[in-house]
């Protein structure tokens, strides 16, 4: 045998090596796609595959305990129920103000003063006319004294017959003439002083005072302002300020006719103000206005407040809630709160399940007091957290969650 014979022996089977490779492939194709089955059932098993459970969620909220026994919310305002546009009667300069926006009065305090010269004049004039009349009543009260000391004498006299019938005549008409003098000047004096108290007044109507005691609102004049009662003329002022009295405060609500039912005089409420959202007043239903709004189907009602707040404002919106009963000292302060329908007892622990990142995650809780449908969280979550609430049977530890859409 030749080498070039051997040679020609030699040869590759490539349709052998093609099978061991579709057979090597195959392989590789079962091993990968068990592996991906395995990882599927694992992933499905820990809840990545899953569809995502529809929940229904709540905020953990901080409430006040009145809300668990409100009949009735009505929305208003603070209104003070004494008030007034602090005007002069009489027209005149404004030459002083006393007061600004804020500023807190006296019955009776200056608030302001009107230019009052001519009327300072006139009170000078009208004193000394006083005077006068005051020493021409003492003169003629003089010669009356001494008109009767002369009438007296002549009188016995002319019983006697020593003197003459017309000295006596004389001396009875002198009598007479001081004593109508003395009525004359008695009634100019009257008329003097009448005089001086109507300058008085005059002078006073110059002087703006506080009617009581308040707060003032507004300012509505200047120092130089011409201030008028009427108002009407070109740049004039009516009201120099407007004030109310803080004391007087009460809120006024609009309830519906068909609820008004759940109203009483008397009956405790709590009132919160849009400006003071973390508060909450004690008060109590002042008045039921008698008479209703036909165009918003309503009735008036007044709430009182019970707690004086220097921070309580005329104007301000105002929310009242006509409570069942009244507040005790341990509801005045709020809680954390969830239903008690979202609080779950499972294998002896107390817990609920906080959906965060679109998974439920299992939270124990520590619970306090009961009031209605709420139940106080004493710890284990925060105001805002959010918790299912439904379908608790179906929800577990971990799993992936959708909040339901309202």
């Keep these: 045998m030749t080498v070039d014979n051997d040679l020609s022996r030699l040869r590759i089977d490539k349709q052998r090596i093609s099978q061991r490779q579709g057979k090597k492939k195959r392989y590789l194709l079962l091993s990968a796609a068990l592996l991906l089955i395995i990882l599927l059932v694992i992933l499905y098993f820990k809840g990545v595959l899953k569809p ?4 229904q969620v709540i905020s953990v909220q901080r409430i006040y305990p009145a809300q668990t026994f409100t009949l009735l919310n009505a929305s208003g305002y603070a209104v003070a129920q004494r008030k007034a546009a602090v005007a002069s009667k009489i027209t005149g300069r404004l030459v002083f103000l006393g007061v600004e926006e804020g500023s807190q009065v006296k019955k009776g305090e200056i608030i302001a003063r009107l230019e009052n010269d001519d009327a300072k004049a006139a009170m000078e004039r009208a004193k000394a006319d006083a005077k006068v009349a005051h020493f021409n009543l003492e003169q003629s009260q003089a010669e009356l004294d001494d008109a009767v000391l002369d009438y007296n004498r002549k ?5 006697k017959e020593i003197i003459a019938r017309s000295q006596f005549d004389a001396a009875e008409a002198r009598f007479k003439k001081a004593k109508a003098a003395v009525a004359a000047y008695q009634a100019a004096l009257r008329a003097s002083e009448a005089a ?5 007044v005059s002078l006073e109507y110059t002087i703006i005072r506080a009617p009581f005691d308040a707060v003032v609102l507004t300012k509505n ?4 302002d011409i201030v008028t009662p009427i108002g009407a003329a070109a740049d004039a002022k009516a009201a120099v300020v407007n004030i109310a009295d803080m004391d007087s405060l009460k809120v006024e609500v609009d309830v519906s006719e068909s609820n008004i039912e759940q109203v009483k005089v008397g009956q405790p409420c709590e009132i919160q103000l849009d400006a003071l959202p973390n508060d909450r007043f004690r008060g109590v239903v002042h008045m039921i206005v008698p008479t209703a709004d036909r165009s918003k189907a309503s009735i008036l009602v007044k709430a009182a407040f019970l ?3 220097p921070r309580i404002l005329p104007e301000m919106s105002a929310k009242v809630a006509f409570l069942s009963r009244q507040i005790t000292p341990e509801e005045e302060n709020p809680f954390k709160a969830l239903p008690s ?3 779950v007892n499972r ?9 965060q990142n679109n998974r439920a995650l299992k939270t124990p809780v520590h619970l306090g007091r009961r009031l209605d449908t709420m139940v106080e969280i004493l710890d284990g979550v925060e105001v805002g957290d959010q918790v299912a609430t439904a379908p608790l049977d179906k929800i577990k530890n971990g799993i992936k969650v959708r909040v339901a859409q309202e």
């Design 307 to 309: 707690d004086k707040d």
């Design 155 to 159: 009188k016995e006299l002319v019983e």
């Design 52 to 55: 995502a459970l529809e929940v």
């Design 221 to 224: 004049a200047d120092i130089g």
């Design 341 to 343: 329908n979202a609080v």
């Design 347 to 355: 294998e002896g622990e107390t817990l609920v399940f906080v959906v």
């Design 196 to 200: 001086l108290k109507e300058v008085g």
